[in-house]
């Protein structure tokens, strides 16, 4: 009984003098660093907490936010070109670094291509749609729809596809010719 007494007592006056931390939220730095698929640090992603921008990756993919609030932040890292990072994250440890990995639009892309390369075209589908409303340039996945939907011989769909992503055939001869045999192949539609 002695000691549920003193236990009360002892919360009491932690409390009282402000030591403990009933009913307020917790702060901690925010350590963390951005680095691409083979560990090599990005510079320049611009960081959100909560909706704000807080701060930018330095030279080095490091960044530092001070004094944020601990508990279930919604972390967002955006950079042009480059994936989008969301996170809902819980800073308690201010020592902790906080590692995120992100990969250039053009690795992705490269790996689109590659699965297409090998005939690999569900995968790839799936890859460019899980892109088209991340990236704010779909240009190029339009186009990588275009070339799968004419290796499987859906030519009106590959024209149809070519013409969605915007590419200005005139200024790029490789499209151009690629277009003007989509043409031919889906029977001179949407000349």
């Given at each position: ?5 003193v236990?009360g007592?002892?919360?009491?006056v932690?409390a ?6 009933v009913?307020?939220?917790?702060k901690?730095?925010?350590h963390?660093?951005?680095?691409n698929?083979f560990?090599?640090p990005?510079s320049g992603?611009e960081?959100?907490?909560?909706g704000?921008?807080s701060a930018i990756t ?5 960044f530092?936010?001070e ?27 201010s ?13 992705v892309?490269a ?14 589908l799936?890859?460019?749609?899980g892109?088209?409303d991340?990236?704010?340039?779909d240009s190029?996945?339009k186009f990588?729809r275009s070339?799968i939907?004419?290796?499987q011989?859906y030519?009106?769909d590959?024209?149809?596809?070519l013409d969605e992503s915007?590419?200005?055939c ?5 499209v151009s ?10 029977g001179?539609?949407?000349?």
């Amino acid at each position: 009984m002695k000691l549920k007494i003193v236990v009360g007592m002892l919360c009491a006056v932690l409390a009282l003098s402000g030591c403990a931390s009933v009913g307020r939220t917790a702060k901690a730095d925010f350590h963390g660093l951005i680095v691409n698929e083979f560990g090599v640090p990005v510079s320049g992603y611009e960081i959100e907490i909560d909706g704000k921008k807080s701060a930018i990756t330095n030279d080095n993919g490091f960044f530092l936010i001070e004094s944020c609030n601990a508990e279930n932040m919604i972390f967002t890292a955006r950079k042009p070109e480059w994936d989008t990072i969301n996170a809902a994250e819980s800073v308690v440890d201010s020592t902790k670094l906080y590692v995120y990995q992100a990969k250039s639009h053009r690795a992705v892309l490269a790996e689109i291509e590659d699965e297409i390369l090998g005939g690999h075209y569900q995968s790839a589908l799936q890859t460019i749609c899980g892109l088209e409303d991340e990236w704010d340039d779909d240009s190029k996945l339009k186009f990588f729809r275009s070339v799968i939907c004419y290796r499987q011989g859906y030519f009106l769909d590959a024209l149809n596809c070519l013409d969605e992503s915007g590419i200005d055939c005139s200024s790029n001869t490789y499209v151009s010719k690629y277009r003007m045999i989509l043409v031919s192949k889906a029977g001179g539609h949407n000349e």
